[in-house]
Protein backbone atom coordinates (compact mmCIF):
# COMPACT_ATOMS: atom_id res chain seq x y z
CA UNK A 1 0.00 0.00 0.00
CA UNK A 2 1.42 3.47 -1.11
CA UNK A 3 1.70 6.06 1.97
CA UNK A 4 0.73 9.91 0.92
CA UNK A 5 3.63 12.20 1.35
CA UNK A 6 2.36 12.91 4.93
CA UNK A 7 2.19 9.42 6.21
CA UNK A 8 5.85 8.63 4.70
CA UNK A 9 7.25 11.66 6.78
CA UNK A 10 5.18 10.71 9.77
CA UNK A 11 7.29 7.26 9.48
CA UNK A 12 10.35 9.20 8.63
CA UNK A 13 10.06 11.64 11.63
CA UNK A 14 9.05 8.63 14.04
CA UNK A 15 11.88 5.98 13.30
CA UNK A 16 9.55 3.60 12.59
CA UNK A 17 10.18 3.02 8.63
CA UNK A 18 12.95 0.10 8.39
CA UNK A 19 15.92 1.74 6.91
CA UNK A 20 16.07 -0.55 3.32
CA UNK A 21 17.71 -0.74 0.11
CA UNK A 22 15.53 1.14 -2.60
CA UNK A 23 14.31 -1.34 -4.99
CA UNK A 24 16.14 -1.80 -8.33
CA UNK A 25 12.98 -0.02 -10.40
CA UNK A 26 12.30 3.15 -7.90
CA UNK A 27 12.56 6.51 -9.24
CA UNK A 28 14.00 8.16 -6.87
CA UNK A 29 15.69 11.80 -6.66
CA UNK A 30 18.60 13.12 -7.44
CA UNK A 31 21.22 11.82 -4.87
CA UNK A 32 22.94 14.00 -2.13
CA UNK A 33 25.54 12.15 -0.90
CA UNK A 34 28.47 13.35 -3.09
CA UNK A 35 31.38 14.19 -0.84
CA UNK A 36 32.44 17.27 -1.10
CA UNK A 37 36.45 17.74 -2.25
CA UNK A 38 38.84 19.79 0.79
CA UNK A 39 41.58 21.13 -0.87
CA UNK A 40 43.77 20.15 1.63
CA UNK A 41 44.08 17.80 4.79
CA UNK A 42 44.77 19.19 7.84
CA UNK A 43 46.25 17.30 10.37
CA UNK A 44 42.96 16.10 12.52
CA UNK A 45 42.42 14.55 9.16
CA UNK A 46 45.89 12.68 9.16
CA UNK A 47 45.46 11.89 12.70
CA UNK A 48 41.94 9.74 11.77
CA UNK A 49 43.78 8.46 8.78
CA UNK A 50 46.56 6.93 10.70
CA UNK A 51 44.05 5.69 13.73
CA UNK A 52 42.22 3.76 10.66
CA UNK A 53 45.38 2.22 9.23
CA UNK A 54 46.30 0.88 12.83
CA UNK A 55 43.01 -0.14 13.43
CA UNK A 56 42.79 2.18 16.81
CA UNK A 57 39.09 3.57 15.15
CA UNK A 58 36.98 1.42 13.04
CA UNK A 59 35.62 2.74 9.73
CA UNK A 60 32.17 3.90 10.73
CA UNK A 61 33.45 5.56 14.27
CA UNK A 62 36.02 7.92 12.55
CA UNK A 63 34.03 8.74 9.61
CA UNK A 64 31.66 10.20 12.48
CA UNK A 65 33.98 11.71 13.84
CA UNK A 66 35.26 13.77 10.75
CA UNK A 67 31.97 14.34 9.90
CA UNK A 68 31.17 16.33 13.35
CA UNK A 69 34.60 18.07 13.01
CA UNK A 70 33.47 18.71 9.47
CA UNK A 71 30.26 20.26 11.01
CA UNK A 72 32.07 22.12 13.71
CA UNK A 73 34.13 23.85 11.13
CA UNK A 74 31.45 24.67 8.37
CA UNK A 75 29.74 26.23 11.66
CA UNK A 76 32.47 28.75 13.07
CA UNK A 77 33.05 29.56 8.77
CA UNK A 78 28.78 30.78 8.86
CA UNK A 79 28.65 32.37 12.02
CA UNK A 80 32.30 34.37 11.00
CA UNK A 81 30.93 35.09 7.97
CA UNK A 82 27.79 36.38 9.64
CA UNK A 83 29.54 38.26 12.17
CA UNK A 84 31.41 40.27 9.30
CA UNK A 85 27.95 40.51 7.30
CA UNK A 86 26.37 42.18 10.85
CA UNK A 87 29.21 43.59 12.82
CA UNK A 88 25.95 45.01 15.23
CA UNK A 89 24.79 41.69 16.50
CA UNK A 90 28.06 40.35 16.17
CA UNK A 91 27.83 38.47 19.56
CA UNK A 92 24.37 37.70 19.41
CA UNK A 93 25.53 35.70 16.31
CA UNK A 94 28.93 34.28 18.13
CA UNK A 95 26.22 32.63 20.91
CA UNK A 96 23.85 31.07 17.51
CA UNK A 97 26.25 27.88 17.53
CA UNK A 98 24.63 26.17 19.71
CA UNK A 99 21.72 26.11 16.97
CA UNK A 100 23.74 24.23 14.58
CA UNK A 101 23.59 20.21 15.66
CA UNK A 102 23.04 18.29 12.50
CA UNK A 103 19.94 16.50 12.52
CA UNK A 104 18.87 13.44 11.46
CA UNK A 105 17.50 14.68 7.57
CA UNK A 106 21.03 15.58 7.27
CA UNK A 107 22.78 12.84 8.59
CA UNK A 108 25.42 11.31 5.47
CA UNK A 109 24.52 13.75 3.14
CA UNK A 110 26.74 16.38 1.31
CA UNK A 111 28.71 18.95 3.78
CA UNK A 112 26.66 21.63 0.76
CA UNK A 113 23.49 20.55 2.77
CA UNK A 114 24.82 21.39 6.10
CA UNK A 115 26.18 24.58 5.39
CA UNK A 116 23.01 25.86 3.76
CA UNK A 117 20.96 24.78 6.97
CA UNK A 118 23.63 26.23 9.60
CA UNK A 119 23.54 29.68 7.22
CA UNK A 120 19.60 29.36 7.60
CA UNK A 121 19.39 29.33 11.16
CA UNK A 122 22.09 31.98 11.64
CA UNK A 123 20.52 34.37 9.35
CA UNK A 124 16.83 33.42 11.38
CA UNK A 125 18.44 33.94 14.99
CA UNK A 126 20.24 37.33 13.72
CA UNK A 127 16.18 38.50 13.09
CA UNK A 128 14.87 36.95 16.10
CA UNK A 129 13.19 34.62 14.16
CA UNK A 130 11.68 31.29 15.38
CA UNK A 131 13.99 28.68 14.82
CA UNK A 132 11.97 25.28 15.18
CA UNK A 133 10.73 25.19 11.94
CA UNK A 134 12.77 22.42 9.33
CA UNK A 135 15.35 24.33 7.11
CA UNK A 136 15.26 23.72 3.59
CA UNK A 137 18.33 21.11 3.92
CA UNK A 138 16.09 19.52 6.53
CA UNK A 139 12.98 19.32 4.19
CA UNK A 140 15.44 18.77 0.99
CA UNK A 141 17.09 15.66 3.41
CA UNK A 142 14.17 14.27 4.31
CA UNK A 143 12.77 14.04 0.63
CA UNK A 144 15.65 12.39 -0.83
CA UNK A 145 15.20 9.92 2.53
CA UNK A 146 11.50 9.12 1.24
CA UNK A 147 12.04 8.71 -2.25
CA UNK A 148 14.34 5.69 -1.40
CA UNK A 149 10.97 4.02 -0.15
CA UNK A 150 9.30 4.31 -3.74
CA UNK A 151 9.03 6.91 -6.62
CA UNK A 152 7.75 10.55 -5.04
CA UNK A 153 4.48 11.59 -6.13
CA UNK A 154 4.97 14.95 -8.65
CA UNK A 155 3.87 17.46 -5.47
CA UNK A 156 7.12 15.96 -3.46
CA UNK A 157 9.14 15.82 -6.68
CA UNK A 158 7.85 19.31 -7.38
CA UNK A 159 9.16 20.43 -3.60
CA UNK A 160 12.20 18.57 -4.51
CA UNK A 161 13.21 20.41 -7.51
CA UNK A 162 12.13 23.72 -5.95
CA UNK A 163 14.36 23.28 -2.49
CA UNK A 164 17.01 22.01 -5.08
CA UNK A 165 17.21 24.67 -6.73
CA UNK A 166 17.15 26.95 -3.81
CA UNK A 167 20.57 24.97 -2.81
CA UNK A 168 22.15 23.87 -6.24
CA UNK A 169 21.13 26.24 -8.48
CA UNK A 170 23.33 25.44 -11.47
CA UNK A 171 22.83 21.62 -11.32
CA UNK A 172 19.11 22.14 -10.96
CA UNK A 173 19.16 24.00 -13.75
CA UNK A 174 20.43 20.88 -15.93
CA UNK A 175 18.27 18.54 -13.91
CA UNK A 176 15.17 20.02 -14.04
CA UNK A 177 15.40 21.52 -17.65
CA UNK A 178 11.95 21.69 -19.15
CA UNK A 179 9.61 20.97 -15.89
CA UNK A 180 7.10 23.86 -15.66
CA UNK A 181 4.40 23.21 -12.96
CA UNK A 182 1.34 25.35 -13.10
CA UNK A 183 -0.22 27.43 -10.97
CA UNK A 184 -2.03 24.85 -8.84
CA UNK A 185 0.72 22.55 -8.59
CA UNK A 186 3.00 25.84 -6.90
CA UNK A 187 0.11 26.47 -4.42
CA UNK A 188 0.20 22.44 -3.34
CA UNK A 189 3.79 22.86 -3.37
CA UNK A 190 3.72 25.78 -0.99
CA UNK A 191 1.45 23.95 1.31
CA UNK A 192 3.52 20.93 1.01
CA UNK A 193 6.57 22.59 2.42
CA UNK A 194 4.84 24.31 4.83
CA UNK A 195 3.77 21.33 6.30
CA UNK A 196 7.26 19.56 5.68
CA UNK A 197 8.73 22.45 7.50
CA UNK A 198 6.44 22.00 10.42
CA UNK A 199 6.72 18.25 10.95
CA UNK A 200 10.60 18.20 11.13
CA UNK A 201 10.50 20.99 13.40
CA UNK A 202 12.59 20.90 16.38
CA UNK A 203 14.28 22.97 19.79
CA UNK A 204 17.49 23.96 18.52
CA UNK A 205 18.72 25.42 21.82
CA UNK A 206 21.08 22.40 22.77
CA UNK A 207 22.47 23.42 26.23
CA UNK A 208 25.64 21.84 28.64
CA UNK A 209 23.85 20.53 31.60
Known amino acids: MRH ?4 QLDLLVNHAEAKTEP ?14 PKADVSDFDSLISAAKSSGVLSGSLANTIECVFD ?26 FRFLRPTEPLEGLCDTL ?6 EL ?12 GT ?4 LGALSRLSLAGPPSREMTLLY ?8 PEQASEIFAGICPNDYELTRVAELESEFRRKLGTERDV ?3
Open 4 to 7: SAMQ
Open 71 to 96: CIDIAEEEIAAAKIRFPEIADEIHET
Open 136 to 139: TAEV
Open 207 to 209: RCS
Open 23 to 36: PADAATLPALREVT
Open 114 to 119: YRHHAR
Open 122 to 133: ILRASADANLEP
Open 161 to 168: MKLFGEIF
